[in-house]
């Protein structure tokens, strides 16, 4: 958990592992963990906390994304909801085209983004749970295994071309939501790719395995490019004609991994939001959203030298554009959640057909649009969806309930002084 200071523009770890926080005018900072308020003494003019975190309040609940149902009043009414983390029953299925499931037999978690392996035997999941980690599902040996394990928030998992290493973001070092890469099989420790005060989430590997292309939520999120192969030369900008080259320091104060020297360069740059970028399977081509129209749709440049053309693809509104594998199709979520399908010609220009529906269900999509929520098998016959609802046993949990407390303060002081 960190905090903008807006005299110098600085992002600030206050502590690690938490989130939705109140300062409260008793000078506590408060938030949530796993279900539990805790709350430590907190220095409003340094910015600083004061003393341990300790917990304060049980069984508040709490959803998987971290928000904690209570607030504070200035007088010191406290007001929650009583019933501790909300499991989300999410089920992992195969969808063909026509719309027909197949099972998968993944336990029933709150899996958000998953990404299948280049040779399709394991899908990196983004879990949202009491860990918040990113575990890998092995199709051979019908396991799910926990990737990450540091206390800071892990997601957004890519796969690097090969299938030797996951990038994601994390929380885990001094600056958080940098981009950070591992070893699939678990081995090794986890290396730091990015040191910047923006947070940033990968999205897409070129095929050699040279570059990343990830979202940097600046001012209005961009497309940004990573040289994981530091020799590549520089890379003319979309919108800005300009080239950035910024070498990291050698360490990670925050942590003490190694930071390997990486360049970010700015790819796709306007005043809207760009995200979800996509390097076709033959490496020509970079398909993505944006909501330059006033509403998120996809379109495609040439990469890297996305200055040379643009194109819209979806009709009607966008996200989240997936490329098939041989490269003859380009597929992205309508605003209703469907699945749509658009052919590619090949040769050396771009040439696209009409998009068409594939089918549409009871599906996660998420909010934010940060992200994709699905995936398609190598051979483009199924795709990876996330199916809302699982059986489990949340979906009988007695219903919470709206707890008052007043003078809240008095306790509050009483459990965590501030002097």
Known sequence: MAILDLRTGTHKILVRGGSHAHYLPSGHLVYGVGGTLRAVAFDLERLETLGTPTPVLSQVVTTPFGAADFDVARDGTLVYVSGGVQAIARTLVWVDRQGREEPIKAPVRACTFPRLSPDGTRIALDIRDQENDIWIWDFGRETLTRFTFDAGLDRVPVWTPDGRRVL?????????????????????????????????FPSSVSPDGARLVLRDVAAAPDLVMLALDTERPSIRSASSGSTVSTVESSTDSGRGEPVEPRRLQPLVQTPYTEQNGEISPDGRWLAYE?????????????????????????????????????????????????????????????AAGTPTKLFEGRYFVGGGFFARTYDVAPDGRRFLMIKLGGGGSDETAAPPSLIVVQHWFEELKRLVPTK
């Open 168 to 200: 994601f973001t994390s929380e885990r070092a001094a600056t958080p939501n940098n981009i950070f890469w591992q070893a699939a099989d678990g081995t090794g420790a986890a290396q730091r790719l990015t040191q910047g005060p923006n947070p940033q």
């Open 290 to 350: 944006s909501n330059n129209s006033g509403q998120n749709e996809i379109y495609v440049r040439p990469f890297p030298n996305v200055d040379s053309g643009l194109w819209q693809v979806s009709t009607g509104g966008g996200t989240r554009p997936l490329w098939a594998r041989n490269g003859q199709e380009l597929f992205y979520r309508s605003p209703p959640g469907a699945v749509m399908s658009v052919r590619i010609e090949r040769g050396a220009t771009w």
